[in-house]
């Protein structure tokens, strides 16, 4: 039976904004994710899709707690860690690395390779210098790169080669937990499958476990076991990677798949086209979605759907299957 690593809780995230309003003063409260509930299994890997600005990065954020939670509960192994103080969160952190979208920015330009690797380990007091300096020429073969790599400097290698040092550096602690927030999409077509594969390969050697936040459907399809779909900060439908994209159930998941290119554009992976309605709009009432879905009734513009399991392993957000 598989164990729970991550579980969130009605994970609320809410920032306070300049008012749109005319001589208005009083900030305006973004809720950039609303109620969010989920769990990641042990060796398993997690992913989250959606629009830009849906609250993909917010969440895996919130989880390593970049960001502090505005309410709910977030546990690792079954201890919160969502209200945590920062002394009480070191050790945590060290449980728990990330892999960003830009390699360039995350890496200090001023370090070595290998000074960027060591440095977590530095923070973190573990190993003698030697002993960090013998990991870092580890994990740099690891990636794929040479150890004479650990004497350069960011700005000397490709986009690809940055990412690879980034993984590198997230592994040098020995995580159980990596947050991969749109680890390919600054990437070329032909290095993304290399990284993709590079995950993979690491979750197998080191028993990993991941949470993939993308906008590529075709990749997370590849590389999660289990899908979350979000909208506007609220968990629309969750499937395991197969079901998902075999029978996606909510009108948002549909459109997502169905905008996947295909190489024959006469073959469709759904039987129709889902047309996008609307923009989106978190000032609405009812469900998120309902501007934008060509089946909304009355009852969607008046009440939020609660995320309920249709089928075994399959939850969705959405008055037509109560």
Do not use: W
Request: hydrophobic share 35%.
């Amino acid at each position: 039976m598989s164990e729970t690593l991550i579980e969130v809780k009605n994970l609320q995230v809410h920032f306070k904004r300049k008012s749109s309003k005319l001589l208005s003063f009083k900030p305006e409260i973004l809720k950039a994710v609303d109620n969010v509930n989920f769990t990641i299994e042990k060796g398993k890997t997690f992913g989250l899709v959606g629009e830009s600005g849906s609250g993909k990065s917010t969440i895996g954020k919130a989880i390593l707690r970049y960001h502090k939670p505005t309410g709910g509960e977030i546990f690792y192994e079954g201890k919160e860690i969502g209200s945590m103080s920062e002394k009480e969160l070191l050790s945590y952190r060290k449980k728990m690395q990330s892999v960003f979208q830009d390699p360039y920015s995350s890496l200090d330009p001023s370090h070595t390779v290998q000074d960027i690797i060591c440095e977590p380990m530095e923070i973190h007091k573990m190993h003698t210098a030697a002993e960090r300096k013998e990991r870092a020429r580890e994990l740099i073969r690891v990636v794929g790169l040479k150890e004479q790599d650990l004497l350069k400097y960011p700005h000397e290698f490709s986009g690809g080669q940055r990412q690879r040092i980034s993984i590198a550096r997230a592994l040098s602690v020995k995580p159980e937990f990596v947050v991969c927030d749109e680890p390919i999409s600054a990437l070329d077509v032909s290095l993304q499958a290399q990284i993709v594969q590079m995950l993979q390969d690491l979750q197998q050697k080191y028993g990993l476990t991941y949470l993939f936040i993308s906008h590529q459907l075709q990749v997370v399809q590849k590389i999660c076991d289990e899908i979350g779909v979000l909208y506007l900060g609220n968990l629309m439908e969750i499937s395991d990677a197969e079901k998902l994209y075999s029978n996606p159930l909510h009108p948002y998941t549909k459109m997502l798949i169905s905008s996947i290119p295909v190489p024959d554009p006469r073959i469709k992976t759904l039987d129709k086209i889902v047309t996008d309605t609307g923009v989106q709009s978190r000032g609405i009432g009812g469900c998120r979605f309902h501007n934008r879905c060509p089946g909304c009734t009355e009852r969607c513009r008046q009440e939020v759907p609660a995320l309920r399991e249709v089928e075994a392993g399959h939850f969705v957000a959405c008055h037509k299957y109560e």
